[in-house]
């Protein structure tokens, strides 16, 4: 293996880099006479974010240019209906719709879009990198929409769409969604997509990009869910506490969990391999793997009778879609196992009132418990482990995103960096379950109240936060750590 200090050119360093991620500009806003409505948006806070980026151009310095990168997940395609039926789609195959949808958005957030433009013109770089919620950008009208908006022609602009790491000497930035896999992006399927379009050529369905699981549910299940239960795509953790939730809240939605149970085994075909890389060319579909239905009931038996194992199968077959070739977001990223402590929560009654369901609730959050999601200092295997490959090869800093969650991690004498995000977040207060279980149910009979009426407002929480890293000219790293923003004080 070669170090990473033989695989790169001499370059001419930034001596600051600002890394930001999972900025998910997208999704209606409300009407204006609504103000204390959300709309469809898991990002409200884009006039912060916006001054964000003016105090990175007034204050990044002027000696050298300092440098933003946006890690991923810039706008959010994934959170736009479709102009034509008014529904969601994993991905917008046609670039000249992306092309326009992405015009909308930017007008939305036009606020964003001047930030950044005005960041160039000053003279500083701008990095964007590809993330799972906003593939369309590869796609040329789409990248030719954001140029001219972003007026890019003789800037220090850079879009990596294809799947490339963003190395700037020992350190590398990554959205991150490579290790999970719910979200890897079918590169391969997404350049042959690109290739054929940029020809005018028609290209055969099975050569074409297949959407990420995670992009399939949030178009095919989520988003509709979130129409009556804004909260499910905000609470944290997702696993442990939003799915028990809604199963609690809205039982008549068990038969969509059978569609996130069966993804779950199909998305675990894109793991990584032991070196770290994913273990199928292009992430193409495993073949030769045990039944998806096998895999499963062997994992129910072991926590359900018989009987209930049939039972729960054929919701699950029932529930399948129909043509998902091998291949959803973060609601479902841990696997099969972690669903059997909501086994009671799933066979209950759909027409039972929702008092009766909080004591499984209770139980099922309990089991699941999970209070690390917002400990800085944990991360999850899932993300540390490639981290430490990549810090076994020869790299100082790894930055990844993708999960929302800010992280820093030291590992040995590197760092993991995770900058969190920008979207907005709803923390589950697991300190209400330490008190006795009669008031803890009457605690969480209001919580699921608030949750079941859409009232999250007061739960809600706005947590900006950035990686910063300070170089000097040769390229050795000063400074890496995770920052928290907040108007009226330096960002360096």
Not at 44 to 51: D, F, N, V, Y
Not at 242 to 268: C, D, F, G, N, S
Not at 380 to 399: H, M, S, T
């Amino acid at each position: 293996m070669k170090s990473i200090a033989t695989l790169n050119l001499p370059q001419i360093f930034p001596h600051r880099i600002f890394v930001i991620f999972d900025l998910h500009l997208g999704g209606e806003h409300p009407p204006s006479h609504q103000t204390a409505l959300r709309g469809f948006r898991i990002c409200t806070q884009t006039a912060l974010l916006a001054t964000f980026i003016r105090r990175v151009t007034q204050e990044g310095g002027t000696l050298r240019p300092c440098e933003l990168v946006i890690n991923g997940d810039f706008v959010d395609f994934l959170a736009e209906k479709s102009d034509d039926n008014l529904q969601w789609q994993p991905f917008i195959t046609e670039g000249e719709r992306a092309a326009k949808q992405l015009s909308l958005m930017i007008e939305r957030d036009r606020i964003v879009f001047d930030a950044l433009k005005d960041l160039l013109a000053a003279g500083h770089r701008l990095t964007i990198l590809l993330g799972n919620h906003d593939a369309e950008l590869s796609l040329l009208p789409v990248r030719q929409v954001l140029e001219r908006e972003l007026e890019t022609d003789g800037k220090r602009f850079r879009f990596i769409f294809d799947g490339e790491a963003y190395v700037v000497g020992s350190i590398i930035i990554e959205h991150g969604n490579r290790y999970d896999g719910w979200n890897v992006v079918d590169y391969d399927g997404l350049r042959r997509t690109r290739s054929a379009q940029s020809r005018g050529e028609d290209l055969a369905q099975e050569r074409a990009f297949l959407p990420p699981a995670g992009s399939i549910m949030v178009a095919t299940v989520m988003n509709q869910i979130k129409e009556q239960f804004p909260f499910v795509d905000l609470l944290k953790p997702e696993n442990e506490a939003t799915l028990p939730l809604l199963l609690t809240l809205a039982p008549q939605y068990r038969e969509h969990l059978m569609k996130v149970m069966k993804l779950a085994i199909r998305a675990q075909r894109h793991s990584l391999n032991s070196n770290g890389q994913p273990r199928y060319a292009g992430d193409i579909t495993a073949r030769g793997w045990e039944s998806t239905e096998v895999q499963l009931a062997h994992l129910l038996t072991a926590h359900v009778s018989d009987p209930e194992v049939s039972e729960f199968m054929e919701l699950i077959n029932r529930a399948a879609p129909p043509t998902l070739g091998g291949t959803e977001d973060e609601i479902a990223s841990k696997g099969v196992v972690d669903y059997m402590s909501l086994f009671p929560i799933i066979t209950t009654a759909t027409s039972t009132p929702l008092a009766s369901r909080l004591p499984a609730l209770l139980t099922a959050l309990f089991t699941l418990r999970d209070e690390r999601s917002f400990d800085r200092s944990q991360e999850d295997e899932q993300y540390l482990e490639p981290a430490r490959k990549l810090i076994n090869r020869g790299f100082k800093v790894v930055v990844f995103g993708h999960t929302h969650l800010a992280k820093k991690v030291e590992i040995g004498e590197s760092i993991y960096l995770n900058s969190g995000a920008w979207a907005d977040l709803i923390r589950f207060p697991y300190d209400q379950l330490g008190q006795e279980r009669e008031h803890a149910l009457e605690w969480l009979s209001g919580f699921a109240n608030h949750m079941e009426r859409g009232e999250i407002k007061p739960y809600l929480l706005h947590m900006p936060t950035y990686a910063r890293i300070e170089l000097d000219s040769g390229g050795t790293v000063l400074h890496a750590d995770i920052h928290d923003f907040a108007e009226g004080q330096p960002i360096v």
